[in-house]
């Protein structure tokens, strides 16, 4: 909570008025300058900057933030002016419900502490019998009422559970604070008990293995046809318009030849396309039979591409200009760069991965051969209304598998909570990461990975202090009993079997996310038939 800003330059009447971080409200509009942290959750009205986000999700690289784009308050401002609207504050902000979440895990009990103070209750009057045994005993034995005394005071001493008592609590502690640093919040220490016993991770597909948004994957260009003038016609009509596939369009012509020309006479043809003039050229960009709707058929090289392209389940979009087809653009909602290395560490550790989504099995199929997820009905579960998605969790469960949920939406919440352990990417729905036990604040599905290894070296920890502890008093006590540990000895033992558990516990703040496994050599996609080609001869 520190992490925040402590005041903040709010515009009023068109002056900024710099007040304290508490006197904010939602939709009040201020200023960050550079090298600044962002005073509250909010959204860019103006000014375009790189955000430094390592204190939320712990990626190094900044994050390029445009006009519509959110940020979040403490991250730090690395580049240009930004005016932002408050959409957050106090209470509500991510930062708050961070630290919050963190504050009750490490106030809760796992199921390991429960059973702690379970022993710890018979120990406690057993080993004060046991003193009194002792000094009965020793007085019996004519050894005096100081060496009585001495060997029942030491039984005490050397028996005091102060180190059952540290066991759990400074384990969570610093666990649950190394998973805060790294991006992964745990709900509460019970769940620590659920990462041992998960067996299978059913993982959802869009927004958690695939970006979540359609991209603009291959250009093919007729014959004779100029790439980047078909990119810029084509970019700057679909930039006029607010359908997702138009918008992956525009972005990617912009990623590949820069700002857009103005377009006129824009025109929505519902279900089919657009239609304009951009800088003298009549464009269609749209559906096949938009096309043939104004006599400008596909060339049978283009009708191929399209073909292909819809075989494998993406969409594609004709482009034509001045009466003729030109190009057929691609767009698909591509997989992560690193949702094959997740998969690949998610077996590591012993978990069967399944695919589960909502599209098509074309879709499906092709997602999980990329990610390396064997296609077969026990592992890949396509065409799942969003409301049977936790019938999918029930019927693995009823099959006897212990089961970990990942997915990021809305319609996954049920299902995320119907889990034995659900993993909420913090990129998603509040009502996603409301359902789950543990929250991923990087969109990067290798976080699942890192928290069930860091919940499950956080268990281990938690009962290896508990070993230690038990067995210290189990093996000190008949040595305490038989009068062959002075108190003052025993004193010093008992306080270092308390700073043995401290240390074993701060261990875990040496815990570090796993070393990326490098990425297969792969060939970029072709961005034209005429390249394919090439490199084919």
């Known amino acids: 909570l520190e992490l925040g800003a402590k005041d903040v330059a709010v515009l009023r009447d068109g002056a900024e008025v710099r007040i304290p971080i508490g006197q904010l409200a939602v939709e009040e509009r201020f200023v960050v300058r ?3 942290r962002i005073a509250t959750d909010g959204t860019v009205e103006e000014g375009s900057s790189a955000v430094d986000a390592s204190m939320l999700t712990g990626e190094s690289v900044p994050v ?7 940020v979040t308050g403490a991250t730090v401002n690395a580049g240009g002016r930004l005016v932002v609207r408050a ?49 009965a005993f020793w007085l019996g034995a004519g050894a005096g009422p100081a060496a009585a005394f001495t060997a029942a005071v030491a039984v005490l001493i050397i028996a005091c559970p102060c180190a059952l008592g540290l066991a759990t609590p400074t384990a969570l502690l610093v666990g649950t604070g190394r998973g805060a640093q790294l991006g992964i919040l745990i709900k509460g220490p019970e769940v620590l008990e659920s990462t041992r ?22 250009i093919h260009v007729a014959a004779g046809v100029d790439e980047t003038e078909m990119l810029r016609l084509a970019g700057a009509l679909e930039n006029a318009s607010e359908h997702p596939i138009a918008a992956a369009v525009a972005r990617g012509a912009r990623d590949r030849v820069g700002d857009l020309p103005d377009v006129e006479q824009f025109s929505n043809v519902e279900g089919l396309g657009v239609q304009g003039v951009v800088d003298g050229h009549a464009v269609l960009v749209g559906r096949a039979a938009l096309l043939e709707e104004w006599s400008q058929p596909l060339p049978p090289d283009l009708a191929t ?15 034509a200009w001045d009466g003729k087809a030109r190009a057929v ?114 969109g990067d599905l290798r976080a699942a ?40 000895i025993a004193g010093a033992s008992m306080a ?15 815990f570090t996310a796993q070393v990326d496994i490098p990425p297969a050599t792969t060939a970029p996609i072709p961005r034209s038939r005429r390249d394919a080609e090439k490199k084919t001869s």
């Open 34 to 36: 550079p090298g600044e």
């Open 64 to 70: 390029e933030v445009a006009p519509g784009d959110a």
């Open 87 to 135: 959409t957050r504050v106090g209470a509500d902000t991510q930062l708050a419900q961070m630290a919050k979440l963190v504050e009750d895990a490490q106030n809760g009990k796992a199921a390991a502490q429960r059973l702690a103070d379970r022993i710890s209750g018979v120990f406690v009057p057993v080993v004060i019998a046991l003193a009194a045994a002792t000094l």
């Open 197 to 218: 016993r998960v067996d299978t991770i059913v993982l959802d597909k869009t927004g958690t293995v695939t970006t979540g948004r359609m991209s603009l994957v291959e």
């Open 305 to 319: 591409a399209k073909a292909t392209a819809e075989a494998a389940a993406r969409t594609a979009v004709c482009v």
């Open 329 to 442: 653009l691609v767009v698909a909602d591509v997989v992560k760069p690193t949702s094959a290395q997740a998969v690949t560490q998610l077996r590591q550790l012993g978990l069967t991965p399944v695919l589960l989504t909502g599209d098509n099995t074309t879709v499906a199929r092709t997602v999980a051969t990329e990610i390396g997820i064997e296609v077969s009905p026990d592992t890949l579960v396509a065409e799942v209304l969003p409301a049977d998605k936790v019938d999918v969790v029930k019927r693995l469960q009823a099959e006897g598998k212990v089961v970990a949920m990942v997915g990021d939406g809305v319609n996954d919440a049920p299902a995320l909570a119907q889990a034995d352990l659900g993993l909420a990417m913090g990129t998603g729905t509040d009502v996603a990461i409301e359902a789950s036990d543990l929250t991923l604040v990087r």
């Open 449 to 488: 990975v890192d928290a069930i290894r860091l919940s499950r070296r956080t268990l281990a920890t938690i009962k290896g202090n508990l070993f230690w502890a038990f067995a210290y008093n189990l093996a000190a006590l008949p040595l305490a009993a038989a009068g062959l540990l002075n108190p003052m």
């Open 496 to 510: 270092f079997s308390s700073v043995f558990v401290v240390a074993n516990s701060l261990r875990l703040r040496r």
